[in-house]
């Protein structure tokens, strides 16, 4: 069995499928945790979301954790002010993915997905999250706020955190490998929506977990 962690698709679907079937060929026995921010930026959020479901359905052991433009899109349902923040930051071409005009206009099982999602998961030897973990508090699984949006945190204990959310150039992801039993984090997400910012950006990460191996699909959306 072999386990997985992808993080930041940001609606790039064409990308992930790519990963998925092509580059690592994900098999039903292996594990997948996706680490938050399916939506937003890319054209395909919609098609993202159906992937992971799709996959959950056939019997896949596919595992979701909640990204901050999951959070910021389901608080946009009640307040406009955060609807504008969140069209913004992509949240206009997740509504174009669905032909939506307003955030109440997403399906309820899209909407259902991103409610249910997990903020975090712990495994033997690792941490994953979207962001980042607050360990200067008594019991950082409470910090919901951190694990969505942190980006400077320093870890405590033995546990390797693997996260996105701050997107890294390629040599930095690497770097974090060599530098894993120093630092003991990896961020994983290395831009796969930000193809304009060079050629070191625009990839969909992802990191197996039982051995560091990293692999890199360029953005095909």
Request: glycine fraction near 8%.
């Amino acid at each position: 069995m072999r386990s997985f962690a992808i993080s930041d698709i940001h609606g790039c679907a064409n990308t992930f499928e790519a990963m998925l079937n092509n580059v690592i060929q994900l098999k039903k026995e292996d594990e997948l945790y996706l680490l938050g921010d399916y939506i937003d930026r890319g054209p395909r959020s919609k098609e993202v979301i159906d992937i992971i479901l799709d996959l959950q359905g056939k019997g896949y052991s596919v595992h979701t954790l909640k990204g901050n433009h999951e959070e910021i899109c389901l608080r946009s349902l009640d307040s406009a002010d955060i609807f504008k923040s969140w069209l913004i930051n992509g949240g206009d071409a997740t509504l174009t993915s669905f032909s939506a005009v307003e955030p109440r206009q997403i399906p309820p099982k899209y909407i259902a997905f991103m409610e249910g999602l997990d903020y975090y998961k712990e495994l033997e030897h690792f941490i994953l999250v979207h962001a980042g973990i607050n360990f200067n508090v008594p019991n950082p699984f409470t910090d919901k706020q951190s694990m969505l949006w942190t980006r400077n945190f320093k870890v405590e204990g033995n546990k390797v955190v693997v996260h996105g959310h701050t997107p890294m150039v390629r040599g930095e992801i690497e770097d974090s490998i060599l530098n894993v039993a120093e630092d003991k984090k990896i961020d994983i997400d290395n831009g796969c929506a930000y193809t304009s910012r060079g050629p070191d950006f625009g990839c969909l990460c992802c990191l197996q977990l039982d051995n560091l191996h990293l692999f890199f699909q360029e953005n095909i959306d």
